[in-house]
């Protein structure tokens, strides 16, 4: 029958805690208030990851690994330096997981860093200061396989909002009982496995001077399961394969005893998880930077006034084909219209516009007078014609807006120029309909009066067609 590798916990047992919390008042011994972790309240089927947890209370001299020790002077410090003890006697690499940081933690006033924990040695510290909103973090350049692997599951399996920390390694205070506070110096090396964009380790794994220990420095919010599988079948057979062999079971065997098609599976197990993992961080880039690009044109559209509508205007004329000059930056202040757009032999004058309500029918009287006045500003140039953009009623949600700037049949009837709203643009430009971008501002097609039930793209049979001609 396959054993099961038994591995220490720094918290209470489920059951123990669930009979005290019933009780009024009621606290563990074992149970520290400000002890915050998500490992605490965890569901896990141990059964499944082939582990026998064992919980404070519980004998740890035989265990293989430890999850969320706790500080070496907190409660557990038995269990903990028992499992040091019997790993130390059989000559045996401990691996251990804690966490720095607390996602929900508050910032202590009086220091930089957010939070500190005592590694087992007693004498070395981890100090972490946490780290503004937005970061991404990237895998260290010498992190081995191992170690790659449960950086990249971290880094692609935390929610994108969780916060990061920064690590250093420190000594440790000792506050005699009289006399001056006595620093030592920290013992070994943080080996970084997550980098922020300064170089500083925002993950990293804390090594002794005698190589006797690995302990895994992780940030709060991520997914225990994932490192409990990580845990199990990549950690333990890297660096302590005697425990497998030592608890007979089925998940450990030696690297001489496995088949061919042991090796060969298992090989390719991990590289199918590493090729995944990588392009998923690909994929996540890239998400990145195209929503970054639509969110540009998207929230200028559909929120922008003045230069910031102007600007995304203007990257969707030049999507579309167009070449675009902005006239206030060429001409100074307002003395035309915004923009000048380009194709092949026209040339036309885009007025744009905002409105928090509906468009005042005044707004195309601006574009009438700036082509009225063109030939004076620039003689050198003879433009087609011009286009009014609106982003009308934008105070009001997207998908509660009208389609078109202006409903009267009347006056749409006797528009001179052609009137374009902006979440009609949007919809062309977000579909890559370059030709309908161009046909609505150069005038070959004329907008619908009430076009709430006709598409988005009116098809020429369905409309007239018209062009507008403004010469000098």
């Not at 969780?162 to 420190?170: F, I, R, V, Y």
């Not at 001056?180 to 970084?192: A, C, F, R």
């Not at 961080?281 to 690009?293: M, S």
Request: charged fraction near 25%.
């Amino acid at each position: 029958m396959d054993a099961r590798l038994p591995v220490h916990l720094g918290h209470p047992a489920p059951e123990a805690r669930a009979a005290t919390a019933a009780e009024p008042g009621g606290r563990l011994r074992h149970e520290e208030p400000e002890q915050q972790s998500t490992l605490k309240n965890l569901v896990v089927d141990w059964i499944q990851h082939n582990i026998e947890p064992r919980w404070l209370g519980t004998e740890t001299s035989d265990c293989v690994a430890v999850l969320e020790p706790g500080q070496p002077f907190a409660a557990g410090r038995d269990e903990l330096r028992r499992m040091l003890s019997g790993a130390e006697r059989r000559q045996e690499v401990t691996i251990g997981v804690a966490i720095v940081g607390v996602v929900d933690g508050i910032r202590r006033p009086l220091s930089p860093y957010d939070a500190s924990l005592t590694l087992p040695d007693e004498n070395s510290v981890v100090l972490a200061e946490r780290l503004p909103a937005g970061v991404r973090p990237e895998l260290h350049a010498d992190a081995n396989n191992t170690d790659r692997d449960l950086g990249l599951r971290l880094r692609n399996g935390r929610p994108h909002d969780a916060p990061w920390w920064t690590m250093k390694l420190s000594g440790n205070h000792w506050h005699p009982m009289a006399g001056q506070t006595h620093v030592v110096q920290p013992d070994g090396e943080l080996h970084p496995i997550l980098l922020d964009p300064l170089g500083c380790p925002v993950m990293a794994v804390w090594v002794p001077s005698d190589g006797s220990m690995r302990w895994y420095l992780l940030p709060d919010g991520f997914d225990w399961n994932t490192v409990v599988d990580w845990l199990v079948h990549h950690a333990i057979p890297a660096y302590n394969p005697e425990a497998g062999r030592r608890h007979r079971t089925s998940v450990h065997v030696a690297p001489d005893f496995e088949t061919p098609a042991e090796i060969h599976a298992r090989e390719a197990l991990a590289a199918m998880e590493l090729r995944y993992a990588n392009e998923r961080a690909d994929l996540e880039v890239r998400l990145v930077e195209a929503k970054r690009a639509a969110d540009a044109v998207r929230d200028g559209l559909f929120f922008g006034t003045g230069d910031l509508l102007t600007a995304a205007v203007e990257q969707v004329l030049i999507d579309a084909g167009f070449s675009v000059v902005n006239l206030d930056k060429e001409l100074g202040g307002t003395r035309s219209a915004d923009l000048l757009a380009t194709i092949g032999n026209d040339s036309v004058l885009v007025e744009v516009k905002s409105e928090g309500r509906r468009a005042k029918e005044s707004l195309v009287g601006d574009l009438l007078r700036h082509l009225s006045t063109w030939p004076r500003l620039r003689s050198d140039m003879t433009v087609s014609g011009g286009a009014l953009v609106v982003n009308h009623e934008h105070r009001t949600p997207p998908e509660q807006r009208s389609n078109e700037v202006y409903q009267r049949r009347e006056f749409v009837e006797a528009l001179d120029v052609p009137v374009v709203g902006t979440l009609r643009l949007f919809d062309w430009w977000k579909s890559a309909n370059w030709q309908a971008i161009r046909n609505a501002v150069l005038g070959g097609e004329k907008t619908p009066v009430v076009p709430s039930t006709e598409p988005l793209d009116p098809s020429p049979n369905d409309q007239q067609r018209r062009r507008w001609r403004w010469r000098r």
